[in-house]
């Protein structure tokens, strides 16, 4: 049982160690460059609110006539692969089209890209535009969270992987006491055997 218990602890150690090497120094990292283009983009938002949305090259400052210039757009959208079209409050905005899905998707892009499904609304598309990036710095908080997270995992991980088979002390016990035995089952049987094989030789003189 001891035995068990030891192989399932080197297993569960050897898990943690891959995870304490590669699986969560991979993720920290990940989760730092999104983190630093969350902060990036959240900046930018501040500072690009007003620049309106530009569409093969005319700016439209007013949200209707962007919302029904965006729809024409759309209307020519066949291609899979994100097309650029122009830029949404200084993000440079693209539109792929999923057959299968039969969805128009707008790719916003500044340090990192953002994927928004459109509708057939016109006014819906900009507010849905306008909802995913005012919705950006819950995006950066929820990042950072996950981050925080992933540090204290491996922490946790690293912890575990160092301690000790808690039963370590009691399993050698019964492996020097099980070696003994064997020790004394050996000599007991070489016993025997001596006994065995003089009550033969005494057997075959008396036979004489």
Not at 134 to 139: A, Q, S, V
Not at 182 to 203: A, G, N, Q, T, W
């Amino acid at each position: 049982m001891l035995n068990l218990l030891k192989n399932d602890y080197i297993n569960q150690k050897y898990e943690l160690e891959d995870k304490v090497l590669k699986y969560y120094p991979s993720q920290i990292s990940s989760l730092e460059q999104r983190l630093t283009a969350y902060q990036k983009d959240v900046e930018h938002i501040k500072n690009s609110r007003n620049a309106g949305c530009e569409l093969k090259g005319i700016l439209y400052a007013d949200k209707m006539d962007a919302g029904k210039a965006l729809m024409s757009v759309i209307k020519t959208i066949n291609s899979e692969s994100p097309v650029l079209v122009g830029s949404y409050c200084g993000f440079s905005l693209s539109l792929s089209f999923d057959v299968f899905s039969d969805t128009c998707y707008a790719h916003l892009s500044h340090s990192q890209g953002y994927k928004v499904t459109m509708g057939e609304d016109i006014r819906g598309n900009i507010t849905r535009l306008d909802n995913f990036l005012g919705g950006l710095p819950d995006k950066l908080e929820n990042c950072r969270n996950q981050l925080q997270d992933a540090k204290r995992q491996l922490e946790t991980a690293a912890a575990e992987a160092n301690k000790p088979f808690e039963k370590e002390e009691e399993l050698k016990n019964k492996m020097t006491r099980f070696q003994q035995l064997k020790v004394d089952l050996k000599i007991d049987e070489r016993k025997y055997k001596d006994f065995d094989s003089k009550d033969k030789s005494d057997r075959s003189y008396d036979e004489r």
